[in-house]
DNA sequence: TTGTTATTAGCACTTGGTACTAATATCAGT
DNA sequence: ACTGATATTAGTACCAAGTGCTAATAACAA
């Protein structure tokens, strides 16, 4: 044993969640084990295959795919939509997210995923953020998951304006509120 | 020929773009031809196999989840700043910070900018976004190079609090604006 | 030394293909 | 109807990256 198989399982997890697209004999090469001992590691771990590994990755990111905004334009990810009325994303704070001195979110992270799900939430082509009005409650930090729900509170035809209420929570606490002014092309039904 | 060669092979192009994760035999069964018939099909037009098509999305996906998270990396560089007065950054906007569908960039970038300029600007160890009131006035775009002003413009002991005002520029047009409050831990000379 | 856990080896089988050859089918023009 | 070109189908060997299974070693611990 090189070191201890639960060493190399953890650092195997790690590997795999950091790189879904390594092989087997890539893995086997890395610890310096043969390609069985990879495998049944993976077994241990539940951890599948390459090929489904990559389809999972793949179809996440088809099966949630948006008429307003790709998918991969918006932080953190969408778990609920109904356009042009809610929404709902999750994104989980990590390390690179934080102030190393103190270990609270930068607050452009939770604007960029209140603002990109304002803009997700418009039945549109064409969305963008005219005037914000934000409040940061309470610190987030890394570890926490934050939960973000937009609503569409207003829409102002002439003017092609839609009004969005973003409220962010972490464990059911208020850490984040905003007022989003959005502007898009079209209006109702054309 | 249950048709022409020609419209089969649209089709499949349709389908196949449509659901990337159809398989030959599916394919060969929906159009009534054989497996290699769809094969031949797949060649002529170099659609790729299955396997490759779906390395593709997951690819695309990845490399793109990556893109938006690394946003500690596009808050500018400052270039002159002098603490508690006034402080000036310059970003240039790049291809990966605008919409696909429009080339505009993403709100959440300006705001970064302007966020963490005004964090900066701040004498203090701690220093954290409370309130903030901001307005995109005008569209910014790839190549464009957005030079951003925070000036302190006011501060209260008891509360902790610093207003920060913002205004970012573009070929000295104005694009941005915002007011920042910020909460720092130390009062004046602690 | 014996028992347990860990590791490695080997084989048959699977999916969804590629690459290639060869046999038919279909159609168009003369 | 005959010929030649194009289209379609069939069949084989092979590949990658596995699963599932059995069996042989190796390492360590009491």
Redesign the interface.
Known sequence: MRRTKKERQRLLSETIAEN??VTDEQLATQFQVSVQTIRLDRMELSIPEL?ER??D??????ENEVKS?????V?GEIVDIELDHRALSIFDVQE?HV?Q??G?A????L??QA??LA?AVIDD??A?????????VK?VRAGNRVITKAIVIGRDEQKHRTKVEVTSTVNGETVFVGEFDMYRTKGKGE
């Open positions: 879904p697209f090929r990559i389809k990755v793949a179809s996440k990111s088809y905004l790709p998918i991969d334009e932080i690179e102030f001195r103190n609270i930068r607050g452009h992270h604007f960029a603002n990109s803009v082509e064409l963008l953020t005219v005037h914000s009005n934000i409040t940061f610190p």
